[in-house]
């Protein structure tokens, strides 16, 4: 069964920091690039970075760069957004998705997993 789960949301002041964590399961990992896409409530779904476990490519929209760093632990499978400076509108539910990374961002997507809330106070 494949399974993303992803975790580390919580409520922080902004100016703060977050890590989320994307555990993956039931597919090659290697095989597979892991995003992560936010919703805010009443907004679109926002595309926010991405990396690729086979040949480590990165993407960053352009609101998060500078402040977000995505990494990946292939003995873990687990992929972690450290979130720094973050800001009000920064708030959503962060979901991760299993596809492909490219320069540009996510190509296909097969997998997505549950969410977690990040919410940034004023």
């Known amino acids: 069964e494949v399974q993303l789960q992803a975790s580390g949301g919580g409520l922080v002041q902004a100016g703060g920091s977050l890590r989320l964590s994307c555990a993956a399961s039931g597919f090659t990992f290697g095989d597979y690039g892991i995003g992560w896409i936010r919703q805010a409530p009443g907004k679109d779904r926002e595309e926010i970075s991405c990396?690729?476990?086979?040949?480590?490519?990165?993407y960053y929209a352009d609101f998060v760069k500078d402040r977000f760093t995505i990494s990946s632990d292939d003995a873990k499978n687990t992929v972690y957004p450290q979130m720094n400076n973050l800001k009000p509108e920064d708030t959503a539910v962060y979901s991760c998705?299993?596809?492909?990374?490219?320069?540009?961002?996510?190509?296909?997507?097969?997998?997505w997993g549950r969410g977690t809330l990040v919410t940034v106070s004023s």
């Open positions: 998705v299993a596809g492909q990374c490219l320069l540009n961002g996510l190509g296909y997507s097969a997998f």
């Open positions: 990396i690729s476990n086979n040949d480590g490519t990165t």
